[in-house]
């Protein structure tokens, strides 16, 4: 049975104050987590920082490309499939060191060809530096459809590497965890650095990469602005801990921003796009500023063990065992 719930606007901002004061590890509140990140990020500015587009893709015309391309910096790429094609207009990112480039997810649909879309932008790249030739790496945020539909596009690719695996087992193996998700390897791409956070709760095997170079987030489905969905009364735990994880990995690292494979949100506060909407006219930006990860512990954390399908400013609680996947308010 779907529950529909709209909590009063009073009871939500009581909720959020009450949230603020509950303990993230130890006696340390979330109110001081928030702003060790701030000043953390002040502080200490990305090796290589980069910009993100005046607008995305959002499928209010159909006239738009199949995907875009958007060069973060000269070494960060961020693909959009578009919304005419896959209502799930997921976000892909490739990243390239000095040895490999690391694809983060393939796409949702496998009639976009997106070693087609990748290659493209090696070459160009190969060509701006001077180089004769990469290996590239394919992983995966998480293994949903609309993360790994193009895999097969990479098979059997002259320089692709590998295709890492989509079990917990495979994910593990290759990035070196160790006692996942609880150790943070590395994984080096020839002067380029990543950390890796395992970050279950959406899907056991999810993991988020943290880029040294550029200090973005790479979180996958855990945090975007959209809804944030979790499918079982125990993943709801793995959440609140992931998230809980993630906000001690940002006090401690800075973090440029917060980047996930989505866009749910509208740019007005409290206003959500209901799940398979087949356009987002006037969509939130995709980058969380990193104080955002406290913003969604304070709700998760204060709905205890009983998580509430609710709309907040920028983001959904969304336990989908509760209120179905179409829930919107």
């Not at 009073?10 to 590890?25: D, E, N, P, T, Y």
């Not at 090696?122 to 530096?129: E, G, R, T």
């Not at 079990?167 to 020839?190: C, R």
């Not at 209901?274 to 987002?280: K, L, W």
């Amino acid at each position: 049975m779907k529950i529909q719930l709209i909590l009063p606007a009073a009871f939500l901002i009581l909720l959020c104050i009450g949230a603020r004061h509950q303990a993230v590890s130890g006696s340390d509140s979330l109110e001081a987590a928030a702003s060790e990140i701030t000043t953390l990020r002040a502080s200490s500015p990305p090796p290589q920082g980069g910009s993100f587009p005046g607008r995305w893709i959002n499928g209010v015309n159909c006239n738009e490309p199949r995907v875009q391309v958007h060069a973060y910096n000269e070494d960060t790429f961020i693909i959009r499939q578009s919304k005419c094609r896959t209502f799930e207009a997921p976000f892909v990112y490739l990243l390239f060191g000095e040895s490999r480039a690391l694809l983060l997810d393939t796409g949702a649909t496998p009639t976009i060809n997106m070693f087609n879309v990748v290659d493209q932008v090696v070459q160009d790249w190969l060509v701006a530096n001077g180089r004769p030739g990469i290996r590239l790496v394919v992983a995966h945020s998480h293994a949903h459809f609309d993360h790994v539909q193009g895999d097969n596009r990479f098979v059997g690719k002259p320089y692709v590497e590998q295709i890492v695996g989509h079990g917990l087992p495979a994910v593990t193996q290759f990035f070196g965890f160790q006692n996942y998700p609880h150790d943070v390897p590395s994984y080096d791409l020839g002067g380029r650095v990543l950390d890796v956070i395992g970050t279950p709760g959406h899907h056991p095997a999810s993991i988020t990469l943290y880029d040294r170079q550029t200090q973005l987030l790479l979180t996958g489905d855990i945090v975007y602005p959209g809804h944030l969905f979790v499918f079982s009364q125990p993943h709801w735990s793995d959440f609140k801990d992931s998230i809980q994880r993630l906000i001690r990995f940002a006090r401690a690292r800075p973090v440029e921003w917060v980047v996930g494979c989505h866009i749910e949100m509208s740019d007005t506060p409290f206003q959500s796009y209901r799940y398979g909407m087949p356009s987002h006219p006037d969509e939130h930006v995709l980058q969380f500023h990193p104080s955002e990860l406290v913003e969604i512990g304070a709700a998760a954390f204060s709905m205890g063990s009983q998580p509430v399908c609710t709309i907040f400013d920028e983001f959904v609680i969304h336990p989908v065992y509760r209120c179905g996947i179409s829930w919107n308010g």
